[in-house]
């Protein structure tokens, strides 16, 4: 876990409790430890982020963007636009990992979106779902995530 600006969130400071508690190892050392591992899960910003990015996250999206470990995206590749997509230049430009899981529904970036896409919203009743104008996926199983297409076919 690379966590570089400690909060005093209290929500930001459980979850590190509880991933100390689950003996989660963390890292000060994001491009070092990134190299020796086997999958990398990109959760650096919340879709709600905007403005510049600042340090030390300029460093931290140019490794995810030139390394060879997959990247997981959660909700939105770090550096992109909710609504625009990738940058046009700067730490994220050319940053497209190869998965996104959207939680709840997909985001209007996803049409700059080229890697394999999965819905997490199991949890979504279809009220809600028609009250904010989106489809909630049909989910197999107990399966907590959909694969879908670029164009929200079920894959």
């Known amino acids: ?7 005093k969130n209290e ?7 509880q991933l100390e508690h689950l003996k989660v190892p963390f890292t000060d050392d994001f ?5 020796k591992s ?6 650096i910003f ?4 905007s403005g510049e990015v600042r340090e030390p996250f300029p460093a931290v999206i140019r490794a995810l963007a030139e390394g060879k470990v997959p990247v997981l995206a959660v909700d939105a ?3 992109w636009n909710i ?20 939680m709840t529904a997909p985001k209007p970036l996803i049409k700059w979106f080229q890697g394999r896409h999965f819905v997490g919203g199991r949890f979504v009743s279809h009220a809600i779902a028609e009250k904010y104008g989106f489809d909630v996926p049909p989910y197999q199983g107990s399966d907590q995530i959909v694969e ?8």
């Open 1 to 7: 876990m690379y966590f570089p600006k400690q909060t």
């Open 11 to 17: 929500l930001y400071r459980r979850l590190r409790v």
């Open 31 to 35: 491009v070092g430890t990134a190299a």
């Open 38 to 43: 086997d999958y990398i899960i990109d959760a």
């Open 46 to 49: 919340g879709f709600s982020f």
């Open 77 to 79: 590749p770090s550096s």
């Open 83 to 102: 609504e625009d997509g990738p940058p046009k230049d700067g730490p994220g430009k050319g940053y497209n990992p190869p998965a996104l899981v959207s």
């Open 148 to 155: 879908i297409g670029s164009h929200g076919e079920r894959l």
